[in-house]
């Protein structure tokens, strides 16, 4: 699935543009892709469907449904539909599991995105970023990339503790243990931020099938090079996900970027 489109937020006194594309790729390896994306203004998220768990890809599926049917199109959302929409989705992918499910029989999901949301009068327009898992969110703002959401992950756990470094998290053995994702428990703990909208804002969503395969630096170094100067009419996000196939591709990759001006 590719995408590249734009789109426009009609404000009261301003104006959100956004330019934004999308991939997912099975990649080299596996024979389904349980990755899914939304990319559908105002919601970008990335669902990475638990590996080896029953129904991964129709969890990351179902979360994409729930979310399309709870926000309008191409208008401002608000932080309390969005929290709406991780705890229906949770609820929603819980459904596909029997009760006396337990392990790898439960369907599970990782779930990683920004939405542009009106916070209220006296708060204004902000992009909410949320996490739950290990899929990620990035900025790039003047050339650096900034991981904004923080995995929720057994070697990141162990990171936070100073019992390995953040070189030893990428090789552990445990790498691919996530502690939390949408259908694990009754009720889903989900990371979120407010950045307030303003001038010119980019963000990178991504599955893990990206940043097994490729670095900070790496997808920096995409992000950073200017390919349409030697005719590569490809967009970032395939950009992203050619790498990172051609790197070994060992699981599913998903990417999106967004591009966005405000005023």
Not at 223 to 244: K, M, N, P, W
Request: hydrophobic residues 40%; proline residues 2%; negative net charge.
């Amino acid at each position: 699935m590719t995408l590249n489109q734009q789109s426009t937020i009609e404000l009261s006194a301003a104006t959100a543009r956004l330019c934004f594309s999308a991939r997912s790729d099975v990649g080299s390896v596996r024979k389904v892709n349980e990755d899914s994306i939304l990319a559908q203004s105002p919601v970008f998220l990335v669902a990475d469907g638990m590996g080896g768990h029953a129904q991964g890809d129709v969890a990351s599926q179902t979360v994409l449904r729930v979310f399309d049917e709870h926000i309008a199109r191409d208008l401002p959302s608000t932080p309390e539909r969005i929290l709406d929409a991780i705890h229906s989705s949770n609820d929603a992918v819980r459904d596909l599991s029997a009760a006396d499910d337990f392990g790898t029989a439960v369907s599970g999901t990782t779930l990683a995105g920004i939405a542009f949301v009106d916070a209220g009068d006296d708060v204004g327009y902000h992009w909410m970023v949320f996490n739950v898992g290990d899929s990620r969110v990035y900025t790039w703002t003047d050339g650096v990339l900034t991981q904004l959401s923080v995995d929720h992950s057994a070697v990141q756990e162990m990171v936070d503790a100073g019992l390995i470094s953040m070189e030893d998290a990428e090789k552990h053995p445990e790498r691919n243990v996530i502690t939390r994702a949408i259908g694990a428990d009754e009720f889903v703990d989900a990371d979120v931020w407010l950045l307030p909208a303003h001038n010119e804002q980019s963000f990178l969503i991504c599955s893990d099938g990206l940043t097994k395969e490729l670095d900070d630096a790496a997808i920096a170094r995409v992000l950073a090079t200017d390919i349409r100067s030697e005719g590569d009419e490809r967009s970032i996000a395939d950009q992203l996900v050619d790498e990172a196939i051609e790197h070994g591709g060992r699981d599913n990759v998903s990417v999106i970027y967004v591009e966005s001006a405000f005023g």
